[in-house]
Structure formats: C-alpha cells, structure tokens
C-alpha cells in the first residue's frame, strides 16, 4: 500500500504527528506521551503552535480506560500532566495520521510496520531513535527558527531512517523498555527514569532547542 499524500491532521503538511505504542495504552506509551509533551512544552513554550502532535495507543489497548495509578505517579515525579488521558486500541487510521511512530518494544514496531501504510520508514522503538538520533549531525537539519520545528522533524526521520541498517543495536535487548504493568513503583520509576533519559536527545534534536536546566 503507497502512503497517503502528506500526512498529520486531514493531510495537511503543516504538522508533525508522533505516536508512541506499547501494549495496554495504560503505561509505557501514556508515560512517553505525557513525558513528551513535557519535555516541548520546556522547549518550545506551545508545541501545538509549532504543529507538533503527541498521542499514544496500545496494540492490545483498553479503549476508554484511565492509565495506571503509578504512571500517573511518574509523571507527576517529573512534573509532567496526566489529566484527561484515556487508553485507546491502535487503529490504522492512527498509523496513517502519524509522522513518527515510536515503540516500546520490537515487536510493537514489527505489529505497527504489519499493519502496512508504508510504516517502516516511520516506525522505530524509541530506544532505537534515540541511538540513531544520537549519530545524526544536528547541523545537517533544518534549523527550525528559520524552516519551522515540523520540517526539521520530518528531516530528523529521514536521516533516522537512512542510517538504521549502519547503527545496530549492541544487544536486541537494547532497544527494550520493559512493561511494568503490576509491577511496584519502583519498578515504573526505573522505567519512568528509562524513557526520560530516551527521549531527552530525541526532543533536543526535534526541536534544536536543550532542556532548560
């Protein structure tokens, strides 16, 4: 199946939509969600105003339903907003719709990249974004002052994508972030702390703009 002409909310171009997916939406993916909101709102002010979208969705997910207590407890350990979350099952229109999708495991990005939609170029775990990310020379993007945060995003995926087969994972474990569903707190904080670290140089890259300290 091609993929859809542009991509974002009704086609439009002037937006950048990232999905996160883990298994329940109830999470890892809402505390990557919320966490990534987080994360553009201390770079950018109004990511909204900027055109940059986060969602989540979970391939088993509980449509309708609140996200774990402890989640909710992590992102409030990084001051982040939980209110008004609500799980939802992952549909092809939300794969269609997204300009980045990242995964919490390998095998939620090959059930994404399965659904078809010319995903794998847009599908990656967000471990693996992050290594990939990393090698990506930022002077090589856009800058986003000048060309807007969406078209250094979009250009962030292209060179993610051109560099996966060069920049393996050193172990399949890796690219791992572990569900933590039942688990005690200290389990979700350690994971909580995981994407956290993850996601700092991905939203740097995104954005041009560090994380004021």
């Keep these: 199946m091609t993929a859809p002409e542009g991509r974002g909310i009704a086609g439009r171009h002037d937006t950048f939509r990232i999905l996160h997916v883990s298994t329940g939406n109830v999470c890892r993916s809402p505390i990557t969600e919320r966490l ?3 994360a553009l709102v201390d770079r950018l002010g109004d990511p909204l105003s900027g055109g940059l979208i986060v969602e989540s969705a979970g391939t088993w997910g509980h449509e309708g339903a609140p996200m774990e207590a402890n989640a909710e407890v992590v992102l409030a350990d990084f001051g982040a907003d939980a209110t008004g979350f609500v799980g939802r099952e992952l549909l092809d229109e939300h ?3 997204a300009d980045l999708v990242l995964t919490a495991t390998r095998d939620h990005r090959a059930q994404v990249i399965s659904m078809g939609h010319s995903a794998g170029l847009r599908t990656f775990t967000l471990k693996e974004f992050t290594r990939l990310v990393r090698a990506i020379d930022p002077a090589t993007l ?3 002052r000048e060309e807007g945060v969406v078209e250094r995003a979009r250009a962030l995926v292209r060179a993610a994508a051109a560099l996966r087969g060069w920049l ?3 172990t399949a474990e890796a690219d791992e972030v572990y569900d933590p569903y039942g688990a005690p707190i200290t389990f979700f904080r350690s994971i909580g ?18 994380a004021p300290h």
């Design 168 to 170: 393996l994972a050193p």
């Design 142 to 144: 856009p800058d986003a």
């Design 193 to 210: 702390d995981e994407i956290s670290q993850a996601l700092d140089p991905v939203m740097t890259a995104l954005t041009g703009v560090r």
């Design 36 to 38: 990534t909101r987080h």
């Design 95 to 97: 794969v269609i719709r």
